[in-house]
Every structure is written in structure tokens, then in C-alpha cells.
């Protein structure tokens, strides 16, 4: 017996099976995606005057990149555009223009992984250093003449590693100051200067990872989760446009449909980003 | 919803985006005068008429392709 509403749609509804299964899927993402920013509200909320935002430093303000977040939300709109274009393209019986476009998006979701990835890499190998002053610098920073590397967990340090391995000071090319906003202050020539810092001078020493700040915590299991998910689209968006393409021809009502189901997906991972963008860079 | 109507939605949400990235850049330059953050204000202002006149093409344009 054959499964109806396959590919055709159901008289009553105007929908077929595959596109109520991927809205139900949607439903249970807003779920998902929905606490993680629940979480990150109410914890942003309820933490105590001056640690978020963070008196010395004005974190999160300032912390991310604005001009590679913004670049990243353009690449994410060009791919939205891009993969309703290739399913339009089908519509109107043009496969060599779909595959066009829909290489193009996928090409966007890994010109998109990759500026995440870059940003990834020079959180890693960022450290916020709080002194016993009550004062706190960031910056990267250098130990017994190495800079410590993010992809090497056993590289990280901290204030007992330090006394532990008897380190006496440290090197901190230091960032820029910023004001409460966030923004730079503006004073010339003292952009990155390194200082030499006693380790007796430091009551806590962190690199940009989620165990250092709350931001940090919420900040990366949020964009991870959301970079699993441009991965997984890329890779089924791929895959229609190559080895699934041959459903094409066996079946273009069929084919179409699964390039909408894909398509809808698509846009609902953009879409989350266009909310997580302001929450996390702007806010 | 088809995928038509969530582009649509899409493009909406988007141009909501712009918009506040706009007014957020112009903030910041009130408060610091650099005029970076100027540039940063036009440039989104200017996509949210670039994606306000794009969402007009794109429903002319697939006027007859699927439902909203």
C-alpha cells in the first residue's frame, strides 16, 4: 500500500507530509533555541550589580567582534536568499540555475563556519586578568616566552597553574581600554603595549572560555549549537544538489518538495541568528 | 507556511535587524563621535531599504510560484 500525501498535497490542508513533519521539527528547535535564550536572559538579569556588566571591563560590551558579527549576518541573509532562489528555480523548471544557486549557499554556510571559527580561535587565546588592585586587563598573554595556544587544553592557565610551575610574572599585551558602553577609549600609541605582570599581583587569571564568565558559557553552547545546525543544513543542502539531485528526474514533485523542506529549515537557522546577533553582539 | 511566506517573514525579521543595528550605531556615535560608528549607522540604514525594495522584487517576482 502506498503512503498517501507523499508528495502530493492533502486536499483539506494544502500540505503534504513532508513539510507538517518539518514544521513540527521547527517547533521543538523554538524550544530548544527558546530556553538557551530564556537562560541567558534571566541569568543576565538576576546576576549581581557589577559583575554583568562587568564594572572593570564592561563585559559582554565590547567583548565581540561587531564589523565579523555583521559580515556573518550578511552571509547568512545572501544564503536565505540564495536557497529560495534555487527552489524557485526548480519551480520553474530550471535545474542548471538551482544548482548554481544552491552551491552558492552552501558556500555561504562555510564562508559562515569559518569567520566563526576565526572568532572561536581568538577567544581561546584571549585572557582577562583581574588584579588584587581591583583592576583588570585583557589581552593575550605570554608565559615563560610562549603564547599559549588555543587548541591545546593543557596550555591554558590560570593562577595555581602559575604558582604551580613557580612562574613569577607574565607578559600581557594589553587590548584597549574601554569605557562602561564598551567602546574604545581613544588615546594614541597605547594600543596593545605589553605590561609585565607579578604573579603575587594576580587574584584571578582566565582565558575567553566558558568556565571564566557566564557570557562566555551561554555565548558558546548557544553559537555551537547554532554552528551545528548551519553544518547539518550545508550538508543536506549539499547533498541535494549533487548525489539527491537524481530524484530530479525520477521524481520532480517529490524533488521540489524536498528542496522546500530544506529551504524552510534554512531559514529558521537564519532566523535564529538574526535574533542571537543583537543579543550577543549588541546588547 | 510555505517557503514563500517564510522568506517574507525572513526578510521582515532582517530588515527589523538593520534597523536596530542602525539606531544602535548612532547611539554609539552620540557617545563617542567617532564617526566609524556614522558609517556603520548609513550602512545599515541603507540595507534596510536595499532589503525593503529586494522583499518587493522577490513577491513580484514569484507572484505566481506557490501559495503565501
Given at each position: 500500500m502506498e503512503i498517501p500525501y507523499t508528495y502530493k498535497a492533502r486536499p483539506d490542508t494544502g500540505l503534504y507530509n513532508a513539510k507538517v513533519g518539518i514544521w513540527l521539527f521547527l517547533a521543538s528547535e523554538i524550544m530548544l533555541f527558546g530556553a538557551l535564550f530564556s537562560a541567558y536572559i534571566l541569568l543576565r538579569v538576576s546576576a549581581p550589580v557589577g559583575f554583568w556588566p562587568d564594572l572593570a571591563l564592561a563585559w559582554p560590551r565590547g567583548l565581540l567582534n561587531i564589523p565579523i558579527g555583521t559580515f556573518n549576518t550578511a552571509v547568512l541573509i545572501t544564503s536565505s536568499v540564495t536557497v529560495v532562489l534555487a527552489w524557485a528555480s526548480l519551480k520553474m523548471n530550471n535545474f542548471a540555475?538551482?544548482?548554481?544557486?544552491?552551491?552558492?549557499?552552501?558556500?555561504?554556510?562555510?564562508?559562515?563556519?569559518?569567520?566563526?571559527?576565526?572568532?572561536?580561535?581568538?577567544?581561546?587565546?584571549h585572557y582577562v586578568v583581574r588584579l588584587k588592585d581591583g583592576k583588570a586587563l585583557t589581552g593575550h598573554i605570554e608565559v615563560n616566552g610562549k603564547h599559549p595556544g588555543f587548541w591545546n587544553f593543557q596550555d591554558q592557565w590560570d593562577v595555581a597553574k602559575l604558582a604551580d610551575q613557580k612562574v613569577d610574572k607574565i607578559k600581557v599585551e594589553v587590548d584597549p581600554e574601554r569605557?562602561?558602553?564598551?567602546?574604545?577609549?581613544?588615546?594614541?600609541?597605547?594600543?596593545?603595549?605589553v605590561r609585565e605582570i607579578a604573579v603575587s599581583d594576580i587574584q584571578f587569571l582566565g582565558s575567553y572560555t566558558p568556565s571564566t564568565h557566564p557570557f562566555f558559557a551561554v555565548y558558546f553552547l548557544i553559537t555551537a549549537l547554532h554552528g551545528l545546525h548551519v553544518l547539518g543544513g550545508a550538508l543536506v543542502l549539499g547533498y541535494f544538489a549533487f548525489p539527491g539531485a537524481k530524484m530530479w528526474k525520477s521524481n520532480p514533485e517529490q524533488f521540489i518538495n524536498r528542496i522546500e523542506v530544506g529551504g524552510l529549515f534554512w531559514h529558521f537557522v537564519d532566523l535564529v541568528w538574526i535574533f542571537l546577533f543583537p543579543v550577543v553582539y549588541l546588547l | 507556511m510555505s517557503l514563500k511566506a517564510f522568506h517574507i517573514v525572513f526578510v521582515a525579521a532582517s530588515v527589523v535587524l538593520m534597523a536596530f543595528l542602525s539606531g544602535w550605531s548612532f547611539l554609539s556615535y552620540q557617545e563617542t563621535r567617532s564617526s566609524e560608528y556614522l558609517v556603520w549607522s548609513l550602512c545599515a540604514a541603507c540595507s534596510v531599504v536595499g532589503l525593503m525594495v529586494y522583499g518587493r522584487f522577490f513577491l513580484r517576482k514569484l507572484r505566481n510560484i506557490s501559495f503565501l
Open positions: 540555475r538551482f544548482r548554481v544557486y544552491m552551491v552558492i549557499t552552501v558556500v555561504c554556510a562555510f564562508a559562515f563556519l569559518g569567520i566563526k571559527s576565526f572568532e572561536y580561535n581568538d577567544k581561546f587565546s569605557d562602561i558602553h564598551g567602546h574604545a577609549k581613544k588615546h594614541a600609541g597605547h594600543d596593545h603595549e | -
